[in-house]
């Protein structure tokens, strides 16, 4: 896949792409809002822009919580996240407004041996890229982050409402659009990730399979790369003259 320029979209010319919930329209007009944002100490799509999100979004913290799609506990274990350089680096987090009841059920903001397990995992992924063994870090740990959700219980969602599963779209998918790296602090330094157009495509994918239950369709992963700014290459596949999307 290669990159095309002219498909770089500014925010005056905002698509929405996950069409899962809520008027399109609508959606768009409060992803716009969200990613004019600019000034902020911390970005949009971290946890530190949380609270804009929800006065933007209009929400509160009782129906939405901060998701960070890598656990502070896993991206820097050693610090302290209430004081400090611990607590700047927590609030530097990619992160989006997760539905409560779901952000509550989900392993990553629990303890015990289930949550140990998923932040061993999420934390060799990160190592794996440290190491140079894994290409598409971020996205990785993102997509691992989100296949937890696909795995919850359907009661998990509580008296969640159309409204709330809407609101949580929109902060993912601006998390995407705008969110840079993922920083890894091991205690005796860092290594920052830095997320290329074909990660967000998959971390993109990645929610909606979730959403969906199914695996998205050749025609949709090749529309979800062109809305990264991506000219997917396409090939027939030899045996059943389907095609492909590389």
């Not at 982050?145 to 809407?166: I, M, R, V, W």
């Not at 495509?201 to 062109?226: D, F, N, S």
Request: glycine letters at 10%; one cysteine or more.
């Amino acid at each position: 896949m290669k990159r095309l320029k002219s498909q770089t979209k500014t925010t005056d010319q905002v698509e929405v792409v996950l069409k899962l919930s809520g008027g399109v329209d609508k959606n768009r007009k409060k992803m716009k809002l969200l990613l004019k944002k600019r000034r902020a100490k911390y970005g949009i799509g971290t946890h530190g822009s949380a609270g804009f999100q929800r006065k933007t979004l209009g929400t509160t913290g009782t129906r939405h919580e901060s998701e960070h799609v890598v656990g502070y506990n896993v991206y820097a274990e050693d610090y302290d996240r209430k004081h400090g350089q611990g607590k700047i680096i927590e609030m530097q987090g990619l992160a989006y407004l997760e539905v409560k009841p779901l952000h509550r059920a989900h392993p990553g903001t629990g303890s015990g041996a289930v949550a140990d397990e998923y932040r061993d995992i999420q934390r060799g992924i990160l190592q794996d890229g440290q190491s140079g063994h894994t290409a598409k870090t971020a996205s990785s740990a993102v997509q691992f982050n989100q296949l937890e959700y696909a795995h919850l219980p359907s009661d998990a969602k509580g008296d969640a409402s159309d409204l709330d599963f809407t609101i949580a779209n929109i902060s993912y998918e601006v998390m995407v659009r705008n969110g840079q790296s993922i920083t890894f602090y091991d205690g005796t330094g860092h290594t920052s990730f830095q997320i290329s157009q074909v990660e967000r495509a998959e971390m993109l994918l990645a929610y909606e399979i979730r959403k969906t239950g199914q695996w998205p369709t050749q025609q949709r992963i090749a529309e979800v790369l062109k809305s990264c700014g991506l000219d997917p290459i396409v090939q027939k596949n030899a045996r059943t003259g389907e095609d492909i999307v590389l």
